[in-house]
Nanobody, 123 residues
Framework: QVQLVESGGGSVQAGGSLRLSCLAS????????MGWFRQAPGKEREGVGQ???????TYADVGQGRFTISKDNANNTLYLQMNSLKPEDTAMYYC?????????????????WGQGTQVTVSS
């Protein structure tokens, strides 16, 4: 059974940084696509970025230049480093894994996703 558990969310002031983590179990993250999407209250789901089985990262416009996705295959952990945070980054952030494609960056979470971790950025 695949489980994705996010952590690292919290409240920060604008301009601050956070690093989110996603611990994957029951899923071979080393060979498949994983990534992050987010959803704010009253808004549609929005892709943040993804990393494919070859280690290639792709970012949506929201994360371009500010966010970095990385993974530690040995520890089955995916990371999202977020810098220069803005109030509009406030949302629930979800880790996702796609066993059949790689469309998380477009807001299509794929096969599995976690319960989310809340990020709140104040001005």
């Amino acid at each position: 059974q695949v489980q994705l558990v996010e952590s690292g969310g919290g409240s920060v002031q604008a301009g601050g940084s956070l690093r989110l983590s996603c611990l994957a179990s029951g899923y071979s993250e080393s060979s498949n696509c994983m990534g992050w999407f987010r959803q704010a209250p009253g808004k549609e789901r929005e892709g943040v970025g993804q990393i494919d089985g070859g280690g290639i990262t792709t970012y949506a416009d929201v994360g371009q230049g500010r966010f970095t996705i990385s993974k530690d295959n040995a520890n089955n952990t995916l990371y999202l480093q977020m810098n220069s945070l803005k109030p509009e980054d406030t949302a629930m952030y979800y880790c996702a894994a796609d066993a059949f494609g790689c469309t998380i960056v477009y807001g299509l979470p794929g096969s599995y996703w976690g319960q989310g971790t809340q990020v709140t950025v104040s001005s």
